[in-house]
């Protein structure tokens, strides 16, 4: 970004937790610097300091040693300069008119927060797209608005921090994240939006950031399995939103109890088994709706096809983990780095 703003033309304040600079952040500055308006600053928390990168892009680098990235997002009252505080990754970029879609919105006194889709982006590798297409499947339930930009804007309880922008004031005044949670800190900060303040949190579709994905199954699965834990956890001890029927997110964990009463099965008689195995057949079947779902949206048949067996992986391990979170987990824990 240029030298040239001065404190009054700067309305955003662009946030990125990181904890060391790396390609994707370079990808993501650049981007930044080809926006044509300059009404913006960008501030980068990391656990070193790094003059030089900072001269090359004109970004300004807060070092803050080794801390979770709730902590590092909450630094930006200090020095945040903006009115408000746009929140991305450094594996994530924005599309060119993130920002000035986002001011529209946030005109609404009403409304204290916004967030928009986060889309693979094109020249992700053959594995990267399958990772997010699989987010897009019809059985990932409502998340599929945070993968794939959906048809309208619309009021939405939970939006993840990679592509969500939050006025300073709404911010300041909620506390911020709660940085005994990570990941998941968004959670608790939207919940306090609503809760406390009594604003609205907006979905804008074609508010697009594009965010890589996680370049292997081993990867993906470890990332379902963290959103599975603390999921389940929130589901506990902020019922309000994580434990409403409508989100679906218990879904995943039924279906694993489905499968460990399979183990049994033979103990029963005959028409159990039929009916477990026609429950066994209704599931196929909406993973193969789940497969034609994804070619209209991919337009690739390789990427839908080999979404299968991420998708199937992902109901099983996800749902483990939320039991486990649910059930078994007593204190969650911050952890740091991706």
Not at 244 to 249: A, G, H, L, V
């Amino acid at each position: 970004m240029s030298d040239s703003n001065n404190d009054n033309e700067i309305l955003f304040s662009i946030v990125i937790p990181i904890m060391e600079v790396n390609d994707y952040l370079r990808e993501t500055c650049q981007k930044f610097n080809a926006f044509p308006k300059k009404n913006f600053e960008i501030l980068i928390f990391a656990n070193e300091a790094n003059p030089e990168f900072e001269k090359e892009f004109g970004v300004r680098i807060i070092p803050l040693g080794h801390v979770s990235p709730a902590i590092k997002r909450d630094e930006a009252l200090k020095y945040a300069k903006g009115k408000y505080l746009a929140f991305t990754d450094d594996d994530a970029y924005p599309d060119e008119n993130w920002l000035n879609i986002a001011e529209k919105y946030l005109e609404n006194d009403k409304v204290a927060a916004i967030g928009g889709p986060q889309i693979t982006p094109p020249d992700d590798s053959f594995w990267q797209k399958v990772s997010g297409a699989m987010f897009m499947s019809p059985l990932s339930g409502k998340a599929v608005i945070r993968y794939w930009s959906g048809k309208k804007v619309q009021e939405i309880e939970d939006w993840p921090t990679v592509n969500f922008i939050v006025k300073k004031e709404a911010f300041e005044k909620s506390g911020g994240f709660d940085s005994s949670y990570w990941p998941g800190e968004d959670t608790k900060l939207c919940l306090d939006i609503i809760d406390k303040l009594k604003k609205k949190i907006l979905y804008i579709p074609d508010m697009v950031v594009y965010h890589h994905r996680r370049s292997g199954f081993w990867r993906h699965l470890k990332q379902v399995g963290n959103y599975g834990i603390h999921r389940g956890f929130f589901a506990k001890v902020f019922p309000a939103t994580s434990r409403k029927f409508s989100t679906f997110y218990f879904v995943p964990s039924l279906f694993v109890l489905y499968l460990f009463l399979g183990l049994f099965i033979f103990f029963f008689p005959p028409i159990i088994h039929e009916l477990y195995l026609g429950g066994l057949g209704l599931y196929a079947t909406a993973v193969l709706y789940s497969t034609f779902s994804l070619m209209q949206k991919t337009k690739s048949f390789l990427v839908s096809v080999a979404t299968i067996p991420y998708l199937i992986s992902f109901h099983i391990w996800y749902g483990i983990r939320f039991i486990q979170g649910f059930f078994f987990t007593k204190k969650l824990n911050s952890r740091l780095g991706r």
